[in-house]
């Protein structure tokens, strides 16, 4: 066992029993199934042995929101610690079907983008057709499923002409599932910002991180995701690029996830995670090197934004808010909410739907409250949670900061 | 002053005399059991939880170590539900010494122990926190078992039978009678009342106090109180008995059992089994062997600490006392010492428990003209109620071996989650729910430890900071009407924080400091019980502060 | 870049930040997590075992001159409290009491604990009221295993307290089990659920005639301060909170305040991040590193508060080998020599156990000093439980010091 093996196992002594992350959790707010962070966390974890059946099951309404980690004041990383029981009641009981499809993003991504994209949005706005796929599937009939783009990011992105004049600085960009199959205008409002900084961005060939899987336990699919990407990225990490992303957890995948979740701690697999960053971190640490370009045009708005969950997992604070203040006339509204409901693909599921949706309540209030009809978030799948719930449109805080450099995406 | 009359009055509520107690009324012998704290309040609440394979003795003492495999099989038979099948590891470390490993494998078949070697990458694909430095392991059958459970399932069965047993009475004097003992005078720590037991014969199982009721019947028996100390660590690192390969020495050993890994032990002459105190050397001494078997030990948490006295019978002039046979001695002082009607049964270990009873049991038997066969080797043992419900089903696991009889580490887990108890639960760290304490309470608890022992209630990493306030407020709401006051509900409260913090100062540092500093804010600042020290006494049938069951002074 | 970032969300650490906020300055409150604030009371206790708390603190203050209380002096303490008492006033949440006389309130156990300022959510339970002869109920709920009527209303009238018990009928909710202090108290801010609880002390309250009914620390999470004054007008009798085990509901509403205020005032808070270690220039702290995925983040200000809160807090950790260490910067710290000091034989011991005074020493202006007296960092400050020579919970005055050194280290 490796140093942060064993911190992981060692980090369930830290607990002292005290509730605080039980009394934060969302989920045991709203639904008395959930038992709560101390209890499936490290608490439950002194009961559980690999080589024995699994004890419990509770744990898997966890959303891995990660609200626990953030209060807990002893550092227990309860997330994970319940991410791997899920692992194990996954690997014991096998997965459903419907988690096998939606922790597949790419796969499904690939199959209902491009030029059917139309029909295939049109099946699942359909209400029977919702219907059957949760009967079948166990997906729930309202949850929100993105919208697939009758284009891929990469398409586009090969396509195009690159901004590669001169001896140009190089960064990596890891565009994720849903910029290329759902939301490719996230990818390219980064592609104009990076290059409008004077970057030379290159696009690596890449997998999805592989979070939907580890969110669903099904951990061996995962792996060689995650190993499949490290290979692509190394040889950036190694010569200095950094690799940003806009999906707030794809960097989390790449940095943290994976390699803890399970248990891959090579040097290569180190190299990829510390040179992965989301954009906004990215863009705030060139700003404290005096390196970011302030040419903003002011945007006279305020504007509500949610730091998604993911966000809260890197531990770096809020850099939307450090970088978005910098334009003029900008006023960004954070949500205090503590999360969407959605958690990736938990709010998706027919038994946890309601859970989620509850979850997310007092978010979908304070959005509404904003009387804006735009809202800012960082991670994919809670701006269609917001937007979906609300009918207010939630865009990527990059095309924000794209708009105030004026540049067309 | 109330007197009893009974064929053998058994002195000392341990591992053998509740054994000795259950086969004699199992072959309808009547008799009275007398323990002058709590059932296992001697050497039997204090010992490590290893149910031996008799590896450690192959080769110290082949004997024991024969007695140990023979009785492992039946222990596993008789109560599955104390007894988690864990297996064993005898693990040669760089610090030991490489011949010792084939003498060891040796030994073990001389002796009747099964064994087989496994490859070191085996064992780090089954323990992962093991020193991958380790060079050769040996498996055997070592287990881990719940020596109060165990103790209350015989006890449990013994009553079933006829005997009778009271706990919280104090042998204060035998009555002799010429060269003969005749019965003895007990003192009931609850009431102070004296009662006189007339009998055939006193069996003296009295453990590591032998001698002590030996002298009251003029008679001389050397137990040399042999304190090892031991430290329970906040969760299983290992799920596999981990034994260094080599003769048995201090620090050499880690025992899982239920949720934590406890590692142990040493083995320090102490003037008298009643006093004795854990020295910081000796906790130091056992990180640094823990270190040695898994690397980073220190960084794990330390629960608690606690120390037990072995009951090692002295014969002749041995050189260590660790070198003095583990097995044990039937004692028969008329053949002895002139002095008829006593007997003692002195030595063993927790291993051999039924097979001292039943050597006993025979002698005694014989004597009282009964011929009736020991069937304590194949009766299943009782569950007593506070345990979990004898057959209460794992629903939320669809693997079979959830349901096997035996102890595993998720069982009180699976069943938590089963029935839905979560919100339920009063020592949340051991997931004990409110139905098992007031089981155990209406069982007859005599203070706060007693259901400690009962239903691990506060053994977690929080010490007791919820689980002894919502324990002693369902005690008081339970008895309240049985005469337990207020005042006696407060002294509980003190009486089990004082206690806890006796086991818990040794070991105080990093999490386990601040959780007690917690608990320090819990019960002083916000509950503030330090203020009812005016409305607190001893009472109530609780038995607190009685100088015949204390034990331990702190050292920190 | 911020003008102060201040180590630590407990109360010394957000009355520094609010101070600082206050200033115009751009501050950052960093933290591992919730802390003590969390899991205490809720009132502010100034100084037990005296009748008059502030001349008990000065009293403390000659006696010992490098008591926190001493280094933040009087007016720091007075204008401290005074603050805290207006945040809860603007908030709907105010906080009674006085400096010159503690109150005197009932614990889940019926002990009476003083206390200098309690929230109005507790007040008719001092025990000067309590002692009129008026019949008090304490009532609770059999689900809630954080609260037992029977005991604490015999301990209150072993005490001259005509107190007696009830277990309530827990309101229909769609809830099946699980019920903890903080459930209930998101329960008691749905009007249905507050009406049934209503009606049914008020037929205690006809049938028992009872002047003050005590109720576990559950009223609203929120909106407490309504919905007392609700219950107390549909029972017809005054009602007050006692507060129950970690985590506690008054602890959370007290800390929420001070967050809201923070925010308000423009400064921000940064949980889950672990401080970790410092970059210092001479004796300037310049930055600090935390905890953060694949890599730590660093931090910049120009000053700096430590508010970790000494060993309840995680600032303060000891080895097993007998060492104990600063966390945040590895600042040296004044201990007791020796392991075998740190304890005394008994766990309810009278002036506590020495370790718990493990701090950092520091001067006038609470900046750290070392072994020898010299100045560690000019820019740095210590608050609250960091401090050493002071054991907050035995003293009895977790929350008092704390506010004290919090505002002292916000206004310099
Ligand atoms: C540190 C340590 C670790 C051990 N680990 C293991 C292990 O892992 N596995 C194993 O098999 N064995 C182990 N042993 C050995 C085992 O614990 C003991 O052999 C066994 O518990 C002894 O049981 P007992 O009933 O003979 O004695 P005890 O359990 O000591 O019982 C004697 C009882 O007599 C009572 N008594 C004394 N005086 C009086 C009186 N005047 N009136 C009434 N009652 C009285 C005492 O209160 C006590 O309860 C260990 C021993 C020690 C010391
Ligand atoms: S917040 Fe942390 S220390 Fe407290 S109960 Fe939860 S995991 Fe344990
Ligand atoms: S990760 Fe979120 S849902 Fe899961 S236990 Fe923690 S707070 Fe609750
Ligand atoms: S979308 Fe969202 S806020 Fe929301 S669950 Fe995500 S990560 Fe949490």
């Known amino acids: ?409 | 002053m109330q007197t009893l009359s009974t064929d053998v009055l058994v002195i000392g509520g341990g591992a053998t005399g509740t054994g000795c107690a259950l086969d004699l009324a199992m072959r309808g012998i009547r008799c009275i059991l007398v323990e002058k704290g709590d059932l296992t309040h001697g050497t039997t609440g204090r010992y490590h939880g290893l149910l031996h394979s008799g590896g450690r003795y192959v080769t110290k003492d082949p004997q024991s170590a024969t007695e140990c495999a023979h009785e492992n099989a039946i222990l596993r038979r008789i109560m599955p539900h104390c007894i988690e099948q864990t297996s064993g590891f005898f693990v040669i470390t760089p610090w030991d010494d490489e011949s010792y490993g084939d003498v060891f494998v040796a030994n073990c078949h001389r002796t009747g122990v099964p064994v087989q070697e496994i490859s070191v990458a085996e064992m780090l694909r089954r323990e992962p926190a093991l020193n991958p430095r380790i060079s050769r392991v040996f498996e055997v059958h070592d287990g881990s078992a719940d020596s109060f459970l165990a103790t209350h399932s015989v006890a449990l069965a013994a009553r079933e039978y006829g005997a009778e047993i009271r706990t919280y009475h104090n042998v204060v004097d035998l009555v002799r009678v010429g060269d003969r003992v005749v019965g003895a005078i007990v003192e009931d720590l609850r009431s102070g009342e004296r009662i006189r037991i007339d009998c055939t014969y006193v069996l003296n199982a009295a453990g590591a106090w032998a001698g002590k009721i030996a002298a009251l019947a003029g008679v001389t028996v050397t137990v040399v109180p042999g304190k090892g100390t031991m430290v329970a660590m906040n969760h299983r690192m290992v799920n596999t008995v981990v034994n260094r390969c080599k003769l048995p020495s201090d620090g050499d050993i880690i025992v899982p059992i239920h949720t934590v890994a406890v590692i142990g032990t040493t083995d320090v002459h102490v003037p008298d089994p009643d006093v004795f105190g854990i020295e910081p050397e000796e906790i130091q001494f056992m990180l640094d062997e823990g270190e040695k078997l898994i690397p980073g030990f220190r960084q794990y948490r330390a629960l608690r600490a606690w120390a037990g006295v072995r009951p090692l019978y002295k014969d002749k002039d041995v050189a260590s006392d660790r070198d003095i046979p583990r097995t044990f001695k039937l004692l028969d002082h008329e053949e002895r010492d002139g002095v008829s009607g006593i007997l003692s049964i002195v030595g063993g270990k927790w291993t051999t428990y039924r097979l001292m009873a039943e050597q006993t049991v025979n002698e005694l038997a014989r004597r009282l003209g009964n011929t009736q066969p020991c069937r304590t080797a194949s009766e299943v043992l009782p569950v007593p109620r506070f345990e979990h419900r004898a057959h209460a089903m794992v629903t939320v696991s669809t693997d079979p071996a959830a349901q096997t009889p035996h102890y595993w580490l998720g069982k009180p887990l699976a069943l938590v989650e089963s029935e839905h108890a979560a919100g339920d639960l009063i020592c949340e760290c051991e997931l004990v729910t409110r139905d098992r304490i007031v089981a155990a309470i209406d069982a007859g608890a005599h203070n706060l430890d007693d259901i400690r022992r009962d239903v691990r209630m506060g053994m977690g990493p929080c010490q007791g900071g919820w689980c002894i306030y919502r324990t002693a407020n369902l005690l008081y709401e339970r008895r309240c009407a049985d005469g337990l006051s207020h005042t006696h509900a407060n002294e509980a409260i003190l009486h089990f924080l004082q206690e806890r913090w006796k086991g818990l100062t040794p070991v105080l540092w990093g999490d386990q400091l601040r959780q007690a500093r917690l608990d320090e804010l819990i019960y002083a600042g916000v509950l503030g019980i330090h203020r009812l020290r005016a409305l607190a006494e001893p009472g109530g049938g609780l038995v607190t502060q009685h100088p015949a069951i204390a034990t331990e002074y702190v050292q920190a | 870049m911020y003008d102060t970032i201040v180590i630590g969300a407990g109360l010394s650490g957000m009355l520094a930040a609010i101070g600082r906020a206050e200033r115009g300055e751009k501050v950052l409150v960093l933290a591992k997590g919730h802390g003590a604030t969390h899991w205490s009371t809720g009132c502010i206790d100034l100084l037990a075992d005296v009748d008059d708390p502030l001349a008990g603190i000065a009293q403390l203050a000659i006696q010992h001159p490098h008591h926190p209380y001493a280094l933040a002096g009087p007016a720091m303490i007075e204008q401290g409290i005074a603050r805290v008492r207006a945040i809860g006033e603007a908030a709907g949440y105010p906080f009674a009491g006085s400096f010159n006389r503690n109150l005197l309130l009932p614990t889940a156990l019926g002990a009476l604990r003083p206390t200098a300022f309690a929230p109005a959510t507790m007040i008719a339970g001092d025990a000067r009221q309590l002692r009129d002869g008026r019949p008090t109920l304490i009532a609770g709920f059999a689900e809630l295993r954080d609260f037992f009527p029977p005991l604490i209303a015999a301990n209150l009238r072993a005490q001259g307290i005509a107190a007696e018990a009830a277990q309530l009928t827990l309101p229909p909710t769609q809830r099946q089990h699980d019920f903890s202090p903080v459930t209930l108290a998101r329960l008691c801010e749905q009007p249905a659920f507050r009406a049934n609880l209503g009606e049914q002390l008020a037929a205690y309250v006809r049938k028992g005639g009872y002047a003050r009914i005590g109720l576990p620390a559950i009223l609203g999470l929120k909106h407490a301060t309504e919905v007392v004054r609700d219950l107390q007008n549909r029972a017809g009798a005054l009602i007050f909170e006692i507060p129950t085990l970690p985590v506690s509901v008054a602890g959370m509403r007290l800390y929420q305040i001070l967050e809201d205020e923070l925010l308000r005032l423009g400064g921000r808070i940064q949980l889950g991040g672990f401080v970790q270690r410092a970059e210092r220039i001479s004796d300037t702290l310049v930055a600090v590193f935390s905890e953060a995925a694949a890599r730590e983040q660093r931090h910049t200000a120009r000053r700096w508060v430590l508010a970790t809160g000494g060993i309840l807090g995680g600032g303060v950790r000891a080895t097993p080998d007998g060492h104990l260490h600063e966390t945040a910067l590895d600042l040296p710290l004044q201990t007791p020599d020796g392991r075998a000091g740190w304890f005394a034989p008994r766990f309810l011991n009278a002036h506590g156990h020495p370790v718990f005074q493990t701090g950092v020493r520091v001067d006038q202006r609470l900046r750290p000093l070392d072994a020898a007296g010299q100045l560690v960092y000019e820019n740095v400050q210590i608050v609250g439980g960091a401090l050493a020579g002071y054991d907050p919970i035995r003293e009895g005055n977790l929350e008092g010091a704390a506010i004290a050194t919090g505002w002292a280290a916000g206004q310099a």
């Open chain 1, 1 to 409: 066992m490796d140093h942060i093996e064993l911190s992981l196992t060692q980090s369930l002594d830290h607990c002292i029993k005290c509730n605080i992350c039980t009394s934060a959790c969302p989920v045991a707010a709203v639904t008395d199934v959930f038992p709560g962070p101390k209890y499936v966390g490290p608490q439950a974890q002194r009961f559980r042995h690999a080589a024995q059946p699994v004890p419990d099951a509770s744990v898997d309404y966890c959303s891995g929101c990660r609200v626990c980690n953030q209060v807990c004041p002893t550092g227990v990383r309860i997330a994970e610690l319940n991410a791997r029981a899920r692992a194990q009641i996954v690997a014991e009981r096998g997965m459903p079907l419907r988690n096998r499809i939606i922790a597949r993003s790419g796969l499904v991504g690939r199959l209902s983008s491009g030029p059917h994209a139309p029909l295939v949005n049109f099946t699942l706005n359909f209400a029977p057709a919702r219907w059957i796929i949760e009967r079948v599937m166990g997906i729930h009939r309202h949850a929100p499923l993105p919208k697939a783009s009758t284009y891929t990011f990469r398409r586009w992105f090969k396509r195009r002409k690159p901004a590669t004049n001169g001896r140009r600085p190089q960064v990596v960009y890891f565009h994720g599932c849903s910029t290329n199959y759902y939301e490719p205008h996230v990818g390219k409002a980064a592609i104009a910002v990076l290059e409008h900084l004077g970057f030379e961005v290159i696009v690596p060939p890449q997998r999805c991180c592989g979070l939907p899987l580890l969110s669903n336990g099904d951990f061996p699919a995962a792996q060689s995701h995650h190993e499949y990407n490290v290979a692509q990225l190394l040889p950036y990490a190694r010569a200095g690029i950094p690799i940003v992303g806009t999906s707030t957890s794809c960097t989390l995948t790449l940095k943290e996830e994976a390699p803890e979740l399970l248990g891959l701690h090579g040097d290569d697999i180190r190299a990829v995670a510390a040179g992965t960053y989301d954009i906004f971190e990215f863009l705030r640490d060139l700003h404290q090197q005096g390196r970011l370009r302030t040419d903003f045009r002011p945007i006279e708005r305020e504007l509500p934004y949610h730091p998604p969950c993911q966000l809260r997992a890197h531990r770096i604070g809020r850099p939307v808010l450090d970088v978005l203040g910098l334009i003029p006339g900008l006023r960004l509204r954070e949500s205090r909410a503590e999360c969407c409901g959605i958690a990736g693909t938990y709010g998706l599921k027919r038994e946890k739907y309601q859970i989620a949706m509850d979850v997310g309540k007092p978010l979908f209030d304070f959005v509404r409250a904003s009387g804006q009809d735009l809202a800012l978030c960082d991670s994919e799948t809670c701006r269609w949670q917001i937007s979906g719930a609300t009918g207010v449109a939630t865009r990527h805080p990059i095309e924000i900061l794209a708009e105030a450099y004026g540049l067309s995406v």
